[in-house]
């Protein structure tokens, strides 16, 4: 899986990141549509991408792989089976369904990635090898973020998503991991689709 599939200016990319790309983007149009399947189709891809992140001492990124994969589990059985309390402390719930993030959760959000990025950065930095340990630990503290709101369908996941996108990006082409860093790439585009779309099929009275 690891030969190489073709070459462009120079640089190499191999058939396990081809097969991990399109097993990645087909999860994240199911997400999109709200269609479940993408959840192991999550798990799939992450097993293939922790192999190539690890092969490229992208270390963070690779054991989020892993999370990844187990939480994929715990978001198919949400998206399936989930349920919401109507109101706080309230024994009345509904199936689970496109919210909006509680007002206060939104601060909570960011007062939870700024910490998790520092002491995942110092990780790397001081455990590993990596050559990127800051850069790499910040989407992977706001992965981690992003997937569980992505799991219990709130619509701020894909303004997370949005950002962790277009740095990864960055960092993949840094990498020289190109199809990687064209995928997340498009990651961001489908991130601001996402939300558009996600917001639009929210009740109006919730709509943000």
């Known amino acids: 899986m690891l030969q190489t599939a073709f070459t462009v200016w120079g640089v190499a990319t191999t058939w396990l990141e081809i097969v991990a790309f399109v097993l990645a983007l087909t999860c994240i149009v199911c997400n999109l549509f709200e269609v479940h399947w993408g959840w192991p189709l999550t798990i799939a891809s992450s097993l293939l991408y922790f192999y190539l992140f690890y092969a490229n001492k992208l270390y963070g990124d690779a054991w989020l792989q892993i999370f990844f994969a187990f939480i994929a589990v715990w978001g198919w059985w949400q998206w ?3 349920r919401r309390f109507i109101r706080t402390n309230s024994p009345v719930s509904e199936k689970l369904k496109i919210s909006c ?14 910490p998790a990025w520092l002491l995942l950065g110092l990780l790397l930095a001081r455990t590993t090898d990596t050559d990127v340990a800051w850069f790499d630990a910040f989407p992977t503290a706001g992965s981690i973020i992003g997937q569980v709101l992505l799991g219990r369908k709130y619509l701020e996941n894909w303004l997370v998503w949005l950002l962790v996108n277009l740095v990864s990006t960055v960092l993949f082409a840094y990498k020289n991991l190109w199809l990687t860093a064209v995928l997340y790439l498009i990651f961001a585009g489908l991130s601001i689709v996402g939300y558009l779309r996600w917001r639009h099929l929210l009740p109006g009275s919730t709509r943000v």
């Open 101 to 114: 993030l509680p007002r206060l959760y939104r601060w909570a959000v960011g007062l939870i990635w700024l």
């Open 80 to 82: 399936l089976y989930g």
